[in-house]
């Protein structure tokens, strides 16, 4: 049948199973949002106050369901305010269409009004980009970057759709395909299983270790195998530390997890990396936040490296033992090959740096400690919410002080480090957990980024919370200059005097303010009570509160600083 390109557009979208899409209408994007409208039963759109908070909330909203984000902008500042979001799903491998308009196809490289080149500027940060100048290849062009950005490692791909396609008409045949056959018949992409020989030695090398570690990262949860990793961990009685990006990929409950590694890891976790004889690297990247000095980094070990893409395997750390496939099929051949063993004198090792060096810090109850208002929350949710973050300190106090026993239940921007991502991503994954209780621990700086998504949250009655740690600075920042810089401020103090509690109550939000201790736990009850509107609560806390452990710039991992 024929049908306009603005039709095939929605389409191709319930095609692909798709029912939310976050956006900002403009000019060049006209027929696809009229066609929204008209299909507004099907795929709901979240309206945005700005584009990158679209693109944030896509995010928020593949993180924590696994499916693929979409977000839409129109053509020039539109599409390249998405390009931070599309950026900081492609640093952390987040499944994410972003659909952009153009000028008409007449009007190409004129200077036109609103035109700039989106796929020229995307294309170190998108899995892959199209232009699409004929309705023609509307529809496969979509079915192919729904299935790039979910197969294999997943990441943002960018569709810019000139103007006059969505008016043009052609055939279109709705077909249904899975990603993986899809690109097989289309893209000639695939990924081959790891051969039995280099099975057989992995499995002999893990048999073989006296001090076997292993290090989960995002790739786990992508790949939905925790619970295979947690199957191979128990069976070889293997120590886990997680990246920030692989919280909840082994339960933090279990007796086996030795913490966060790496800058703001573990003191346990880092010891085990540096005395272990072999390091097992399950979906992680080694990145200079989990290495540090690279030169030092596990020099007494084999390294086994698992993931999905070739590229990442070798391109930091010197790998021994490369496994490059799916990892549930890499896994569960481990799981099933290792032999069955009991507590070593290595786990007793371990056990005893847990003992001796645990996460710590002084709370007298008179003042609002970021520690203890994350341990309130985790206290007051059991650990059922999903918590997302800002960048900073607030990231890491939520990465270190709540407790993720599950995957998807900590989003946060790792890789590029994006302050202003929480509030956005929140409502993503508000939108798309709507029973879930979603609590954005952040910042007062990074929140300031972004808080006109306070709008969109209200408009849309998401019953999300807001924890800002408040120090009236920008304290990560601060901390570096005070630890490092012989506390030279430059540019750090934002005391302002902004009424957090006022600002929410403008946007139409609940506004409270906490500045002693005794006033936390009521807070929070208030804030988890409220179903129909967000909330704000502006924890006041000390500027010269800082997270701890942490590693020194040039410093070995196990060098931890882990007090004043």
């Not at 390009?83 to 269409?97: E, F, H, N, R």
């Not at 249904?176 to 056959?181: C, H, K, Q, Y």
């Not at 925790?226 to 886990?240: D, H």
Request: net charge negative; charged share 25%.
């Amino acid at each position: 049948m024929k049908l306009k390109g603005s039709q095939i557009f929605v389409e191709c979208l319930k095609e692909q199973g798709v029912d939310t899409i976050f956006g900002f209408p403009g000019g060049k994007v006209l027929f696809l949002y009229d066609e929204l409208v008209k299909n507004a039963d099907s795929i709901k759109h979240i309206l945005t106050s700005h584009e990158q908070g679209a693109a944030h909330a896509a995010d928020g909203y593949a993180r924590s369901t696994g499916k693929t984000g979409v977000c839409i902008a129109t053509s020039g500042p539109g599409a390249t305010n998405l390009v931070t979001g599309i950026a900081t799903a492609y640093m952390d491998s987040v499944p994410l269409v972003a659909f952009t308009g153009q000028v008409g196809t007449k009007d190409l490289g004129k200077d036109s009004f609103q035109e700039v080149d989106i796929t020229g500027i995307t294309i170190p940060i998108t899995k892959h980009n199209y232009i699409v100048k004929h309705v023609e290849k509307l529809a496969d062009t979509i079915r192919e970057a729904f299935a790039i950005a979910k197969e294999g490692r997943p990441g943002p791909v960018l569709i810019d759709i000139c103007v006059n396609v969505g008016n043009e008409e052609c055939e279109y045949e709705k077909i249904e395909i899975n990603a993986g056959d899809y690109l097989k018949k289309h893209a000639g992409i695939r990924h081959e299983n790891v051969s039995e020989e280099d099975m057989e030695e992995a499995i002999r090398v893990i048999n073989e270790s006296k001090r076997p570690f292993m290090m989960a990262g995002g790739g786990v949860i992508i790949s939905g195998t925790n619970l295979l990793l947690a199957k191979l961990a128990r069976k070889g009685r293997i120590p886990v530390a997680t990246t920030l990006m692989g919280l909840g990929g082994f339960p933090s409950s279990d007796n086996l997890y030795t913490g966060l590694i790496g800058m703001h890891g573990s003191k346990t976790s880092n010891l085990a990396a540096t005395n272990c004889d072999l390091l097992i690297a399950v979906g992680a990247r080694f990145s200079d936040r989990v290495t540090s000095n690279v030169r030092n980094f596990a020099t007494k070990a084999k390294i086994m490296h698992i993931d999905i893409d070739p590229a990442e395997i070798g391109k930091n750390v010197a790998v021994d033992y490369p496994l490059c496939g799916y990892m549930d099929d890499i896994l569960e051949r481990l799981a099933e090959g290792i032999s069955e063993k009991k507590d070593t004198e290595w786990i007793d090792k371990v056990n005893a740096w847990k003992a001796k060096f645990p996460l710590a810090y002084i709370d007298d109850g008179t003042i609002v400690r970021p520690q203890s208002v994350v341990r309130e929350i985790y206290r007051q949710t059991g650990g059922e919410a999903i918590i997302v973050t800002e960048v900073g300190q607030n990231q890491l106090w939520a990465a270190q002080w709540y407790k993720y026993t599950k995957p998807r239940t900590y989003i946060s921007s790792g890789g590029l480090g994006t302050m202003g991502y929480g509030l956005g991503s929140a409502i993503g994954v508000q939108v798309a957990n709507p029973g879930k209780k979603v609590i954005n621990v952040a910042g007062d700086g990074s929140f300031r980024m972004n808080l006109n998504e306070l709008a969109t949250a209200v408009r849309y009655k998401l019953p999300l919370i807001v924890a800002i740690l408040n120090n009236s600075v920008l304290g990560m920042v601060r901390q570096w200059q005070t630890l490092f810089l012989d506390k030279r401020y430059a540019e750090t103090t934002i005391d302002d005097s902004l009424n957090y509690v006022a600002l929410a109550e403008a946007f139409g939000a609940l506004g409270i303010r906490v500045d002693e201790a005794k006033d936390v736990g009521r807070a929070i009850e208030l804030a988890l009570s409220q179903t129909d509107r967000p909330v704000v609560i502006d924890f006041r806390i000390d500027k010269d509160e800082k997270v701890y452990p942490i590693v020194p710039p040039g410093a070995s991992i196990e060098d931890l600083i882990t007090e004043d």
